[in-house]
């Protein structure tokens, strides 16, 4: 079974530039997750989504980040504005069963 | 709000010494436990989650027990391998039909020697 994929695998960007991460969930697994991961901090949640719907974006600074998943498949995590601050791993996770999350290998971006 | 405590950054080991992670939380409901594992340039993966059943969960050596009177659920193991050195998290969810709302603690850097 293929897992959950990611890319890119590494973004490197001045302040300012935009930026897309792209994640193809495991097929079949309606629910699916971003997640940011500061060097040294464990992995916190931005969104998710069950199918097409955003069930929780509260932790998403919705001026410069949004996130979609139109047809409740791939999703797509964008950052308008990047900030040094936003140096850190984005991770993509999915479930079916929203008790055990299977996650991506993750994009490290990094902002200079 | 809810959140997970890992109180060692970095626990160092000899090979064949037992292994003791420890987990603490905090939560207004009875959450399901996990710990994950991630090794390097690697996606985080499930190790152990918390069962309602009070069986002990394991999995490749590793156990954990809920305790829900001191809100933990340490990770340990009797006998450390060096494939074992990797980061090991400890993640809550209150589960239920809002879906499942991972919370990560800061995560536990596991180093074992020869």
């Known amino acids: 079974e293929a897992g959950v994929t990611q890319s890119p695998r590494y973004a490197v960007l001045q302040e300012g530039q935009a930026v897309s991460f792209w994640c193809d969930p495991i097929s079949g697994h309606d629910t699916l997750y971003w997640y940011q991961q500061p060097r040294d901090q464990g992995p916190q949640l931005l969104v998710y989504f069950r199918d097409e719907a955003v069930i929780d974006n509260s932790q998403l600074p919705s001026d410069r980040f949004s996130a979609v998943r139109p047809k409740g498949t791939n999703s797509t995590l964008k950052i308008q504005s990047a900030k040094q601050g936003d140096t850190a791993t984005y991770l993509c996770?999915?479930?079916?069963?929203?008790?055990?999350?299977?996650f991506g290998k993750g994009t490290r971006l990094t902002v200079v | 709000g809810d959140s997970v405590t890992q109180t060692e950054g970095l626990v160092t080991l000899t090979e064949g010494l037992p292994v003791m992670l420890n987990c603490t939380y905090q939560s207004t409901y009875s959450p399901f436990l996990f710990w994950y594992v991630q090794h390097l340039n690697e996606a985080p993966k499930l190790l152990l989650k918390s069962f309602t059943d009070n069986k002990r969960p394991e999995h490749q050596g590793f156990h954990a027990t809920l305790h829900k009177s001191s809100s933990s659920f340490h990770l340990q193991k009797s006998s450390a391998q060096l494939s074992d050195s990797a980061l090991y998290y400890c993640?809550?969810?209150?589960?239920?039909?809002?879906?499942?709302?991972?919370?990560f603690g800061i995560g536990t850097l596991l180093s074992v020697k020869p």
């Open positions: 996770a999915s479930s079916l069963d929203r008790i055990e999350v299977f």
């Open positions: 993640a809550l969810s209150e589960g239920g039909s809002s879906g499942n709302k991972l919370i």
